[in-house]
C-alpha cells in the first residue's frame, strides 16, 4: 500500500512536533525515520498509525484519507519499543488477538485463528514456542512475538518504533539482518523510526532525516550520505570536522589554504564551512591543494588510529581517522606539520554553528515517560 | 545458508539467586547487634500483636466451648452476622465498581482536576470515621437536609441498613482505587494501544487487556476492602442507631456485649473478626507470594 503524507502539523501545548511534514512513501518500501529526540520521528509515526491526530493535513492510504479513521480502522501493524505484549497470554494468543476480536461475521474460525497464528509464528521462527508466556521469553524473542502479532491483521503498512531500541548489540545486529529478509520475504510497506544512523542507512530503503518536527532530507543511503541536504544531516550521520573556508573567484577556499581546493557549484562568494569526515582526510602529496596542521596527539582505538590536529592559520582543532594499517600513519606523530587534503567534503554557507543539544542525546534503553519527554519536548 | 549463531533464538539465561547478605559483608552488622535487634522486634511484636489475638480466643473459651456456640447461635449475634455479611456484600461490590473505573479514569487518560480526584479518593483515609458517619447524620437526619423529604416518602437511611451501607462504603472507597492506582500507572498505556491498534474496541480492550493485567491488584484490593467493610466500627456506629437484631452489625454487637459485662460472648462474636482477619492476612500472603511482581508496583501495605 503506498502511503502520501502531506502538509502534517502537530503541537503539544506550545511545542511543535511536527512542523509540515510532506513524505511520500511506496508499496513495499523500507523506510527508516531518523532523528534525534524530540525530532518529531515517533510522533509521525504514532500520527501514521493512528495512535496521535494532527492538528492539520492528510495521510492518504493508497488514495485515501486516513486523518479522520481511529487506529482500529486503518489496519496499521505497529510494533512497540517495549513490545506491549499481553503477559497473562501465551505467545499463541498474542498473536491470535487481531483475529479474535473481529466482529463475528469477519472473524474466522477457531481452528483458523490458531493455524494462522502458528504458521505466523513459524515465520518469525519461534515455532514450537506457542504454549510460552511473554515473561519466558529472551527480548529478541519478543520482538519477533510483536512482529508476528502485527502481522496478524495482515496490515496495511507495518509501523515499528525504535524496533531494536532495549536490545544489545549483538541481538540487534542479527534481527536487523533478519527484518530485512522477513520484508523481502513478505513485501509488506514498512516504516521503521530509530535514532542509530548505522540502523537506519544499513536497513532501510530509503532514510528520512528528521530534525524539530521537519524532514531535513528523504534519500537513499549514498544519497544522504555522500549528499547531505543540511549541515544537520552531514552533522547527524557521523562523525564531523567543520574547517572555515571562503568562496572567491567561483573557488573554494580552506582559509589558509595557498590553492583552491575545487571549484563551486553554484555557491555564493563570502564565508563558508567546509564540513568533512575524519575519514576523508588524507596526507597530500606536494602539489595536490592542502592546508598544514600540526598534529597534537594520536591515539590507537582497535583498528581505528585517531589523530587530533589543530589547522595551522586557522587554528581550528580537527580529528583524522586512518584504518591503522594505512600507510599515513608513520607520519602523524605528535608535534609533526603535516598537509592535508579533504577527498570528500560538503559545503554549506556560514550559519550559525549547530547548537549540541541538537545532536543525538538518545539512550538505546531510554524509559518510557524519557521518550514522552522527549516527544513533548 | 550458513548463518552464525541466532543470538535472539536463545533463551535467556537463568541466574542462581544468591542471598545478598552473605555476598555482601559490609552490609552485615555483628551477630550480637542482629539477634538482639531481631528480638526485640520479636518480643514487641508478640507483647503488641500475638498476645491480644490470644486473648481474644482466651476469653471467648472461658466458659467452654458451648457457651462459645451459644453466643455465636444467640438471634441478636446471628441477625449481626447476617447484617455484616449483607452490608459488605453491597459496600465491596460498588466500591469493586467505582474503584476500577477511577482508577481507571485516572491512569488511562488524562483530563482536568485529575489532582483533586485523587486527593478526593483518599479524603476517606484522612477524616475520622466518626465524622464520615456525621455527615450521613446531617444529610439524613430528622433535621438534615434531605431529612424531611425523606420521612414524608417513609424512607428510611439513617438508624437503617440503608445508611450502614452508605457509611461503609464511605470508608472503604479508597482501598481498591488506591491499589490499583500505582499497579496501572506502572502499567502504562502500551498494551491498550497495541490491542486498540489491532482493532479492538474498547470494551474489548478492557476485557481483554486492562482487567486481566491488573486481576491480582484488583483481587487484593476486594480483600483489604472487605475486611475493613466488615470490621468497620466508627462511622456505623454513628448512623446505626444500636437497634439490637436490626441495625447491629458485629462490631457493634461486640461494644454492646462488652458493655453489658457479657465478656465471653463479647469475645465470642470478637473471635469471629479476628478468624476473618487472619483468613484476610493469610490470603493475602498467598497472593504476594503467588503473584509478587505483579502486586510489586503497590507493595506498601
Known amino acids: 500500500m503506498d502511503i502520501q503524507i502531506r502538509n502534517i502539523h502537530k503541537g503539544f501545548g506550545s511545542f511543535p512536533a511536527l512542523a509540515g511534514v510532506d513524505l511520500d512513501i511506496a508499496s513495499g518500501e523500507l523506510i527508516a525515520l531518523l532523528g534525534p529526540s524530540g525530532s518529531g520521528k515517533t510522533t509521525l509515526l504514532r500520527t501514521i498509525a493512528g495512535l496521535e491526530f494532527p492538528d492539520t493535513g492528510q495521510i492518504l492510504f493508497g488514495g485515501e484519507d486516513t486523518v479522520a479513521l481511529p487506529v482500529q480502522q486503518r489496519r496499521v501493524g505497529f ?46 521462527q519461534l515455532g514450537g514456542l506457542e504454549a ?54 513478505t513485501g509488506y510497506t514498512t516504516i521503521f523510526v530509530t535514532h542509530d544512523q548505522e540502523e537506519a542507512l544499513e536497513l532501510a530503503d530509503r532514510v528520512v532525516v528528521m ?50 581546493i575545487a571549484d ?49 592559520t586557522s587554528g581550528a582543532v580537527i580529528e583524522i581517522e586512518l584504518p591503522h594499517l594505512h600507510h599515513d600513519v608513520p607520519a602523524l606523530k605528535a608535534g609533526a606539520r603535516v598537509p592535508l587534503r579533504l577527498s570528500n567534503f560538503s559545503v554549506f554557507a556560514r550559519g550559525k554553528p549547530i547548537s549540541r543539544q541538537a545532536l543525538p542525546d538518545v539512550v538505546a534503553n531510554a524509559p518510557a515517560e524519557y521518550r514522552e519527554r522527549a516527544r513533548a519536548g | 545458508m550458513n548463518r552464525p549463531v541466532d543470538h535472539t533464538l536463545q533463551d535467556p539465561p537463568k ?40 486473648a481474644v ?51 488511562k487518560h488524562s483530563f482536568r482536576f485529575k489532582q483533586l480526584l485523587i486527593t478526593l479518593i483518599d479524603l476517606p483515609f484522612s477524616v475520622s470515621p466518626v465524622v464520615s458517619g456525621l455527615i450521613y447524620v446531617l444529610i439524613f437526619g430528622a433535621q438534615g437536609w434531605a431529612g424531611p423529604w425523606m420521612s414524608e416518602h417513609e424512607f428510611k437511611v439513617l438508624f437503617a441498613v440503608p445508611g450502614i451501607v452508605l457509611a461503609t462504603t464511605f ?63 466508627g462511622a456505623v456506629s ?22 453489658e459485662y457479657n465478656f465471653s460472648a463479647a469475645f465470642a462474636v470478637a473471635s469471629l473478626l479476628a478468624m476473618l482477619a487472619l483468613l484476610t492476612l493469610g490470603l493475602k500472603s498467598l497472593l504476594e507470594w503467588r503473584h509478587g511482581n505483579e502486586l510489586a508496583a503497590t507493595r506498601r501495605h
Open chain 1, 79 to 124: 510494533v512497540f519499543q517495549h513490545y506491549a505484549l499481553f503477559r497473562h497470554m501465551t505467545i499463541l494468543e498474542n498473536v491470535a488477538f487481531g483475529l479474535r476480536v473481529r466482529p463475528r461475521h469477519e472473524r474466522p474460525s477457531d481452528k483458523d485463528i490458531k493455524r494462522k497464528a502458528a504458521e505466523l509464528l513459524d515465520l518469525v
Open chain 1, 132 to 185: 510460552r508466556y511473554p515473561t519466558q521469553l529472551s527480548g529478541g524473542q519478543r520482538q519477533r512475538v510483536a512482529l508476528a502479532r502485527a502481522l496478524a491483521i495482515e496490515p496495511r503498512v507495518l509501523l515499528l518504533d525504535e524496533p531494536f531500541g532495549a536490545l544489545d548489540a549483538k541481538v540487534r545486529k542479527d534481527l536487523r539482518r533478519w527484518l530485512r529478509e522477513l520484508h523481502d520475504k
Open chain 1, 211 to 260: 530534525s524539530r518536527g521537519r524532514i531535513e532530507q528523504v534519500g537513499s543511503t549514498d544519497e544522504v550520505y555522500e549528499n547531505p541536504a543540511t549541515p544537520f544531516v552531514f552533522d547527524f550521520l557521523g562523525n564531523t570536522n567543520i574547517l572555515p573556508g571562503e568562496v572567491r573567484d567561483h573557488h573554494i577556499y580552506v582559509n589558509g589554504g595557498p590553492q583552491p
Open chain 1, 264 to 312: 563551486t557549484a553554484g555557491h555564493e562568494p563570502g564565508p563558508i564551512d567546509i564540513y568533512v569526515r575524519p575519514i576523508d582526510l588524507r596526507i597530500a602529496d606536494a602539489g595536490v591543494p592542502s592546508f598544514d596542521v600540526d598534529v597534537l596527539s594520536t591515539q590507537r582505538t582497535g583498528p581505528v588510529v585517531r589523530c587530533e590536529a589543530r589547522a595551522v
Open chain 2, 15 to 54: 541466574l542462581p539467586f544468591e542471598p545478598l547478605i552473605q555476598k555482601n559483608a559490609v552490609i552485615t552488622e555483628a551477630r550480637w547487634v542482629r539477634v538482639s535487634l531481631t528480638a526485640a522486634a520479636l518480643i514487641f511484636l508478640l507483647g503488641f500483636l500475638l498476645m491480644p489475638l490470644i
Open chain 2, 57 to 107: 480466643f482466651v476469653e471467648a473459651l472461658r466458659n467452654g466451648i458451648g457457651a462459645y456456640f451459644e453466643a455465636i447461635v444467640e438471634d441478636d449475634a446471628m441477625a449481626a452476622i447476617r447484617l455484616t455479611l449483607t452490608v459488605s456484600l453491597i459496600a465491596v461490590p460498588l466500591n469493586l465498581v467505582f474503584g476500577v473505573i477511577a482508577a481507571w479514569a485516572i491512569t
Open chain 2, 171 to 233: 470508608v472503604t472507597f479508597p482501598f481498591i482505587a488506591r491499589e490499583l492506582i500505582p499497579l496501572m500507572q506502572a502499567q502504562g498505556t502500551d498494551d491498550e494501544q497495541a490491542a486498540l491498534s489491532l482493532g479492538a474496541n474498547g470494551w474489548q480492550v478492557f476485557w481483554r487487556v486492562t482487567l486481566p493485567n491488573i486481576r491480582w491488584g484488583l483481587l487484593y484490593g476486594v480483600l483489604l476492602c472487605n475486611a475493613r467493610a466488615m470490621g468497620e466500627f
Open chain 2, 238 to 259: 454513628v448512623v446505626s442507631g444500636h437497634i439490637r437484631g436490626l441495625t447491629n452489625t458485629m462490631p457493634l454487637h461486640v461494644e454492646i456485649l462488652y458493655n
